[in-house]
Nanobody, 123 residues
């Protein structure tokens, strides 16, 4: 089993910055990719950014050029640096990891989620 815990949410003014951190514990050896999703009130959860093998990144169009995802595999951590924040970035941000395990002769996959951290951007 894997547990994900997020840190770093809060209230910030538009144009400001926040850095989210997520630490994975438990059976972390096969977590890939890791990333961040967010869910605003009344909206579906959406992809923010993912990082694969510590280097290949993918971003939602809405955050490209403003957010940067990174990871430290030795510490089982993933980060999201958020700059030039906008009120529409307000949401609960969830850490995500895809785990792989071997069972009955095949690779199987499971999605892990953190509890979420609130990010509020005031105008």
């Amino acid at each position: 089993q894997v547990q994900l815990e997020e840190f770093g949410g809060g209230l910030v003014q538009a144009g400001g910055s926040l850095r989210l951190s997520c630490v994975a514990s438990g059976s972390t050896f096969s977590l890939n990719p890791m990333g961040w999703y967010r869910q605003a009130p009344g909206k579906q959860r959406e992809l923010v950014a993912t990082i694969f093998s510590g280097r290949d990144t993918n971003y939602a169009d809405s955050v490209k050029g403003r957010f940067t995802i990174s990871s430290d595999n030795a510490k089982n951590m993933v980060y999201l640096q958020m700059n030039s924040l906008k009120p529409e970035d307000t949401a609960v941000y969830y850490c995500y990891a895809k785990g792989r395990y071997y069972s009955d002769g095949i690779d199987r996959y499971i999605d892990y989620w953190g509890q979420g951290t609130q990010v509020t951007v005031s105008s």
